[in-house]
Structures are given as C-alpha cells and as structure tokens.
C-alpha cells in the first residue's frame, strides 16, 4: 500500500528555497565577518574569536529553548512557520547590523555593537528561524519518501547558495569601492534575499492540522506536556544526543578552519582573489 502525498512538486521546490535564506546569512557571516571587522572597521581578531567563543554558548542554550517554544506554539499559521516567518526579519535587521558598525564610534562600542549583533542574530533570531524550518518537513507530511524529497531540495539550495555567496562576494565588495559602505551594501542586497525567499518557503507548504499528525502516533501527545526542565534532563540522558554534540563541535572546527580560508589567501597568498577557484574546488570535490 502506497503512503498518502501531501505536497506537489512546486511545494517542495518552494521549501528548499528557504535555504538560500538561510545560507546568505549563515555563508555570507561566517566566511566573511572576520576579514570585514579586521580590515575594515580595525578590530583585534583575537577579541572578535572570543566574542564569537562567547556568543556560541548562548546558542546551545536557545536551541532547546526555541524546539520547545515551536512545540508548544498554536496558530493559525501552525507551530513552526510563525517562527520560521517573522524569525528572519530578525535575522535580517541582526546580519546587517554586523556589518554596519560605524566606524566613527570607539573600540570599545564597536566590540559591543558586534557582540550584541551576532549574538541576537545567532542565538536568537537564526536559530528560531531555522529550528523551525527544519521542524516543518514533519509538519507539512506523513509520507517519508516527500520529506527525504524535501531535504534534498534544501541541499541543492544550499550548495548552490553557499558556491554563490563565496565566488561572488569579494569581487563585488570591490566593484563598490571596498570600503564600510560597500559591506553595508552587500549585507543589505543578501537581506533582501534573504527575506523574498524565506517568506516564499513559508507560504509554499501549510501545516497539517494537529489531529492529523497525532493520528498513527506521528506524533505523541505528551511531548506538549514535558517541561523545559524535564526536556533538557531527557536530552543529556540520551547517548545519541551526546554523540551529536560532539560531532557538532567537530563540524564548527572544520567550518571554522575552512571559512579562514580568505585570511589565507589575502596574507599567505597575497591575492584575495585566489578565494573564488579555491571556493569552487572546494565544492566540486564534495560533489
């Protein structure tokens, strides 16, 4: 017996959009924001990697706390895409204030400005809004064989996003003039993005009714029950949890040594513009 469709072709399409949204934020910040800061606005690398360090602790908390705000939300909307919908105009407002530090104001401010910045844009508004992207391939359907669909859709989305981002970026930092002004440029163009294709992947699927995803036990009524308390005492008693967090940690080493890669080739190579073929070979070989 064949499982029930939920989504046509264009749901899905419209889905995986989502990660080019996501991917102008998380592509555009990570491999850039360093070089931009040192460069550009003059501060000590050093301090911004701690910043950073102590913005990442936040992070691990607001992920439990925003997976069981989704589960608990009721709306019209659903559970997951009122956070996934007005979560990137946050990101949005967060990614450009990163990279529209004014350069007239002290180091000391400007340290805060980031550290606020990142921190709200990290922590709080990305991760609301991609917990609850990722939450909707549960939400939209039953059929596993359309959530398998679904994330393949976010892959070439966010390959194809992230091989953009890099190749383009510097050269068209340049062209305005590489200076503050160009990056502000540059972030406010990727924002705009940004929000167009967040807002079409919200509104190219709908979620299910909740009676229908409880039916078959899709999905257990006594989750709504559990506490924050009780939630995170279950997670670090689970082994596979553990497992995940240290792969995790491994995966952000990796990223961060990789997305040093401009540093690389603006004072190793001495040619910032080695990045784009470096950032090409990169991908081709993963493919």
Not at 17 to 25: K, L, P, R, T
Not at 118 to 128: D, H, P, Q, R, W
Not at 165 to 192: F, H
Not at 256 to 273: R, S
């Amino acid at each position: 017996m064949e499982e029930k469709t939920y989504l046509k072709w264009h749901n899905k399409v419209g889905y995986g959009s989502g990660d080019i949204a996501g991917n102008v934020v998380y592509a555009f910040l990570s491999s850039f924001v360093m070089i931009y800061l040192t460069n550009t606005i003059g501060l000590n690398s050093g301090i911004v990697g701690t910043l950073i360090a102590v913005s990442k602790l936040f992070d691990g908390i607001t992920d439990i706390f925003f997976g069981t705000m989704i589960d608990r939300t009721k709306s019209k909307m659903g559970k997951a895409r009122p956070w996934m919908f007005y979560g990137f105009f946050g990101c949005a407002i967060t990614l450009y204030g990163v990279f529209a530090i004014p350069t007239n104001m002290g180091k000391t401010a400007q340290y805060a400005w980031f550290f606020i910045c990142y921190t709200l844009l990290n922590a709080v508004f990305y991760t609301a809004n991609n917990i609850a992207y990722a939450a909707l391939t549960s939400l939209v359907t039953k059929n596993s064989k359309e959530r398998v669909q679904m994330g393949s859709f976010r892959f070439m989305f966010s390959f194809a996003t992230n091989l953009a981002i890099q190749s383009i970026t510097v050269g068209a930092v340049e062209l305005l003039g590489n200076g503050a002004a160009a990056w502000r440029i540059i972030a406010l163009i990727y924002c705009v993005i940004g929000i167009i294709t967040n807002t079409l992947a919200v509104f190219s699927v709908k979620e299910l009714p909740e009676e229908e995803l409880k039916s078959n036990g899709s999905m257990g009524i006594e989750d709504d029950k559990l506490s924050f308390k009780q939630t995170v005492k279950l997670l670090f008693e689970n082994k596979y949890f553990s497992m995940i967090c240290v792969i995790y940690i491994l995966q952000q080493l990796r990223a961060a040594m990789v997305n040093v890669g401009i540093f690389f080739m603006t004072y190793v190579l001495l040619n910032k513009n080695f990045e784009q073929p470096f950032y090409q070979l990169k991908y081709r070989s993963h493919n």
